[in-house]
């Protein structure tokens, strides 16, 4: 079992930045695949950006590719999402999220069925 605290969402207007964060339990942090999704009103959740157990492997939604940076912190047990220039359409509630890796992963997947562990979100608003 993996817990999944998010925490820094908040206020921001157009054009800034913001960084969430991910704190998960446990001592197999780094088997997992981590990935942020989002929510926003009215609309299915979807998949934002993915970084594999080392954190040296990542994958972006074209969307938010150039402004969004995914890292994660094995030795904290921490993922990141760092926004830059951010836009009113990136309002949403943020995910964390983890895929157990195993013999059967074949890639990342945009699809939060996919996806094994969430935490409870954490609300992003951009103001225009």
């Known amino acids: 079992q993996v817990q999944l605290v998010e925490s820094g969402g908040g206020l921001v207007q157009a054009g800034g930045s913001l960084r969430v964060s991910c704190e998960a339990s446990g001592r197999t942090f780094s088997t997992y695949v981590m990935a942020w999704f989002r929510q926003a009103p009215g609309k299915e959740r979807e998949f934002v950006a993915a970084?594999?157990?080392?954190?040296?492997?990542?994958e972006y939604a074209n969307s938010v590719k150039g402004r969004f940076t995914i890292s994660r912190d094995n030795a904290k047990n921490t993922v990141y999402l760092q926004m830059n220039n951010l836009k009113p359409e990136d309002t949403a509630v943020y995910y964390c999220?983890?895929?157990?890796?195993?013999?059967?992963?074949?890639?990342?997947?945009?699809?939060?069925?996919?996806?094994?562990?969430w935490g409870q979100g954490t609300q992003v608003t951009v103001s225009s």
């Open positions: 970084a594999g157990r080392s954190g040296y492997s990542t």
């Open positions: 999220t983890a895929q157990k890796y195993d013999s059967t992963w074949s890639g990342y997947s945009e699809s939060a069925r996919e996806y094994d562990y």
